[in-house]
């Protein structure tokens, strides 16, 4: 059971028309893919996506399952929305909420042992191997972990274990930590255990595994164990760790590599001609998607499918995803360019001292400049650091050509 149907709202406006899970990542794929991925790669073969925020693009990727080779008659993927039921429409209110709504499917291959995923984590995982271990241990709920340093782990909720891996306690963001051990937010549940757990707590409010699930089985005696996990795995949860985890993608030896023959990452991607480069065009240390066109130059830089980048043109440490258009002459760096958006020719992105974002702080930060899906910015302009710009811009937004840094532009809704 896939939970992919959070808005992710630290990924600030790349998650104003879609699903957290459905964002691009890597050139050519989406976040979703990895956990499906994972899933046919370890022979799970009957998915239920639960979707909620915004899963039109979500739908549209995932499709009857093809690329996952989950198109099957018995099992494969199903995508399971919120649905009406006689007693009135009830959203996924928690975790643990949206995956018993779907109590029913779950049921109908009467299953022994049901795992529990997030959709929008970047890592590749044996959940079979998982699997083995929880078998091994006549475990009631086998929990995934991490070890973090020791000075991280109060962001985390820590799981605290026994020589055998047993789960002797658990800790909810510790100020003072008992282990390092970081819960992934990946479970293994055996069923009957699993089923008795979500009915005798159907009624609580915002039903989530780690605050209400975990703690009841824990509670009623059940076996609980930590798998401990050592590979590579980044939650690609706010701007920043998004742009951080697509350049990692490109280091000289990287440590999350998407080449591997033994463990391919599949994704729904359309028939496209390959990538073309004009006479002028120069590209180092980067990737670039099918079908994108480049005239200009490109660095250290993730270039999505479709993509047309114009003659002098310069693009650096930057993730330019499906469809965006850079006009020539421009100069881009540290910049994440949504689907569809058209950049004008001559604008500089990243220029001027860094200023703190004047909306979202928090969210608008490490001198990104973050450029929404399908908008549009004109030619001669010049944008500083930690700016975010939404919607069809105009030059009159831009006094004397100029959007200083820290400033928020989102005509979709309104100029800040």
């Known amino acids: 059971m896939l939970l992919a149907g959070g808005r992710g709202s630290r ?3 790349l998650t104003s028309r879609m699903a957290k899970p459905a964002v691009p990542f890597g050139g050519k794929y989406r976040i979703i893919d990895f956990p499906l991925s994972n899933c046919i790669n370890s022979g799970v073969d009957t998915v239920g996506v639960l979707t909620q925020y915004m899963p039109l693009r979500l739908n549209t990727h995932i499709g009857i399952g093809i690329p996952w080779d989950l198109d099957k008659l018995v099992g494969g993927v199903s995508v399971l929305p919120p649905y009406e039921k006689i007693e009135g429409t009830e959203w996924y209110t928690g975790t643990a909420n949206a995956i018993y709504q779907n109590m ?9 042992y049901v795992l529990i995923l997030s959709g929008d984590h970047i890592y590749k995982m044996d959940y079979e191997s ?5 078998k091994e241990n006549h475990a009631d709920v086998t929990i995934a972990v991490m070890p973090v340093p020791m000075e991280e782990a109060k962001r985390f909720g820590i799981m605290i274990t026994d020589a055998d891996k047993r789960i002797t306690d658990f800790e909810e963001k510790p100020e003072h930590p008992r282990s390092n051990l970081a819960s992934m937010g990946i479970y293994i549940f055996s069923w009957k255990a699993f089923k008795e757990a979500l009915e005798t707590n159907k009624s609580t409010p915002g039903l989530d ?64 001609p390959p990538q073309y480069y004009g006479k002028n065009s120069a590209v180092e240390r980067s990737i670039v998607g099918e079908g994108s066109e480049i005239f200009g130059k490109v660095y250290n830089s993730v270039i999505g499918c479709n993509v047309v980048i114009g003659e002098d043109t310069v693009v650096r440490d930057s993730i330019v995803m ?74 009159e937004d831009y006094e004397g050509g100029v959007l200083a840094s820290g400033r928020s532009l989102n005509r979709e809704g309104g100029a800040s």
């Open 11 to 13: 990924l600030g406006i």
């Open 104 to 112: 029913s499917y779950m049921e109908s291959y009467n299953p022994d």
């Open 130 to 134: 998982m699997l083995d271990f929880h």
């Open 209 to 272: 595994f780690g605050k209400h699930i975990i703690p009841y089985c824990r509670d009623q005696g059940e076996r609980l164990f930590a798998y401990e996990f050592n590979g590579y795995w980044k939650d690609v949860g706010t701007l920043t760790s998004y742009w951080e985890a697509n350049m990692q993608l490109i280091d000289i030896v990287p440590e999350f590599n998407l080449y591997e023959e033994y463990w391919k990452i599949y994704t729904n991607v359309e028939s496209l």
């Open 322 to 395: 499906n469809g965006a258009v850079i006009d020539r002459g421009s100069s881009i760096s540290k910049t994440i360019i949504a689907e569809n958006a058209h950049v004008g020719a001559h604008v500089t992105t990243g220029a001027f001292d860094s200023a703190p974002n004047e909306t979202d702080p928090s969210i608008y930060r490490d001198d990104l400049v973050v450029i929404a899906d399908s908008a549009f910015i004109p030619e001669h302009v010049t944008i500083g650091k930690n700016v975010m710009i939404a919607g069809k811009t105009v030059p």
